[in-house]
């Protein structure tokens, strides 16, 4: 299983909190996972983003060598 850091500013005690709030039958890990899963998902789409950015860069440069 991989593993994914979570923001060094993410209060995990808020976290749980909220999902508590919304929903007391939540479980702590639970609210703690999908933290995760929304960083994670956040961070893909920051990747995939730079990568066709850097791609695109590659293209243009191969074009202009040509």
Known sequence: MA???L???TDLAEVVAS???ADRATWWKAAVNEQVDEQVDAADTQIRARLAELIE????QQGGDA
């Not at 860069?57 to 243009?60: E, F, M, W, Y």
Request: proline letters at 8%.
């Open 57 to 60: 860069q590659r293209l243009r």
């Open 7 to 9: 923001a060094a500013d």
């Open 3 to 5: 593993s994914h850091p």
């Open 19 to 21: 999902a508590h709030e």
